[in-house]
């Protein structure tokens, strides 16, 4: 199963917005509204933050955003803020009923 | 609150095995998955397993077929995860996370930094 592919890194300005995009296959992205995306601080466990292509835990800021097209998520990040400078992560299930991680990309605020 | 607490860091030789615990708690630990991802220095999330800890289920990522074992104890609602053979390239930090209602992983372990060094 090879990773899902992500840009390496993003950059914006504060109060701009950000795509990342996470593409895969017809076998894991494309085949199921099961892709997740998580953000990661250095040093720290990752933190969900949208499950289900569009859902988002309680507690985390509506300013992330997620969606699917075929076999391609993406994660907006709007209103960005200097908190949101992390590396964030896709994944996906799977049909051989794994998950798979994106390869993740680093977002710098300006 | 839920909350996984995971062992100490681990140095082991090339060719030993390691095992890394995860204790859960603030949730019914049977009703839920628990999943293994690794992440090397300065590289990405690596999944590698889960388990079932109703029914003991697991399913490995190819990668790890054969060279990785995900238990459950369920009296103490732990998870162990054993790596065996160890290279250099084991050298990462090693989460244990919990299933959501779905396939997404919704509360994480601190990590457990396992180094592999002659």
């Known amino acids: 199963q090879s990773a899902l592919t992500q840009p390496a890194s993003v950059s914006g300005s504060p109060g701009q917005s950000i795509t990342i995009s996470c593409t895969g296959t017809s076998s894991d992205v494309g085949a199921y509204n099961y892709v997740s995306w998580y953000q990661q601080h250095p040093g720290k466990a990752p933190k969900l933050m949208i499950y289900d292509v569009t859902n988002r835990p309680s507690g985390v800021s509506d300013r992330f955003s997620g969606s699917k097209s075929g076999n391609t998520g993406s994660l907006t990040v709007s209103g960005l803020q200097a908190e949101d400078e992390a590396d964030y992560y896709c994944?996906?299930?799977?049909?051989?009923?794994?998950?798979?991680f994106g390869t993740g990309t680093k977002v710098t605020v300006l | 609150q839920v909350q996984l607490v995971q062992s100490g860091a681990e140095v082991k030789k090339p060719g030993a095995s390691v095992k890394v615990s995860c204790k859960a708690s603030?949730?019914?630990?049977?009703?839920?998955?628990i999943n293994w991802v690794r992440q090397a220095p300065g590289q990405g999330l690596e999944w590698m397993g889960w388990?079932?800890?109703?029914?003991?289920?697991?399913n490995y990522a190819q990668n790890f077929q054969g060279r990785v074992t995900v238990t459950t104890d369920t009296s103490t609602s732990t998870s162990h995860m054993e790596l065996r053979s160890l290279r250099s390239d084991d050298t990462a930090v090693y989460y244990c996370?919990?299933?959501?209602?779905?396939?997404?992983?919704?509360?994480w372990g601190q990590g457990t930094l396992v180094t592999v060094s002659s």
């Open positions: 388990i079932n800890p109703y029914n003991g289920n697991t």
């Open positions: 996370a919990k299933f959501g209602g779905d396939n997404s992983l919704d509360y």
């Open positions: 603030g949730y019914t630990f049977t009703t839920y998955g």
């Open positions: 994944s996906s299930y799977t049909s051989s009923r794994t998950l798979v």
